[in-house]
């Protein structure tokens, strides 16, 4: 059991740290009505990892490797059970509202083609999109440095390919 010290340096880190629970969140659950469940998966998680946390690496670092590998767990539990929805057309077009700033619409044509990746690459962009170096990437996600530098090329390159047939 975790003693009252743990809990409040636990509840510290993770109070400075809450935003990249809603980042995983987001570019996984976005808009699903299961994003605040998984939200609360994370925490538990993390909760439950905590006293394993021995600070060899920076506590973002440790963080988003549960909150990813939580997501994608999600996700795989999920994919178990086959899916029957018909996507139309309206699903891949973003509503156009009045005034709307060009670069909030650059960034929702953005994450609409985050979307279309698999968990994994979502992943590799949202930390490289955090401005995590390769090598960070690579800790979080179990993936060597050289595999996470050529998915990110091609998850780049993909990316261009879709927000250039968006436009």
């Not at 993770?14 to 998966?41: A, K, L």
């Amino acid at each position: 059991m975790i003693n009252g010290d743990y809990k409040e340096e636990f509840l510290q880190h993770i109070n400075g740290n809450t935003g990249i629970i809603h980042r995983v969140c987001n570019i996984y659950f976005n808009g699903s009505p299961e994003r605040e469940d998984v939200f609360q998966e994370i925490l538990y998680q993390l909760w439950k990892s905590y006293p394993a946390f021995k600070g060899n690496s920076k506590f973002s670092t440790w963080m988003y490797r549960i909150a990813l590998n939580t997501a994608i767990t999600h996700i795989k539990k999920k994919a178990r059970i086959p899916r029957r929805e018909e996507l139309n057309e309206t699903y891949h077009q973003l509503p156009e509202s009045i005034g709307e700033d060009h670069k909030e619409m650059n960034m929702r044509l953005l994450y609409t083609a985050i979307d279309t990746l698999s968990p994994i690459d979502k992943a590799i962009i949202l930390l490289y999109l955090e401005d995590y170096s390769y090598e960070e990437i690579a800790l979080i996600t179990g993936l060597t440095k050289t595999n996470t530098s050529v998915r990110l090329v091609r998850i780049k390159r993909k990316l261009e390919e879709q927000l250039r047939n968006s436009i």
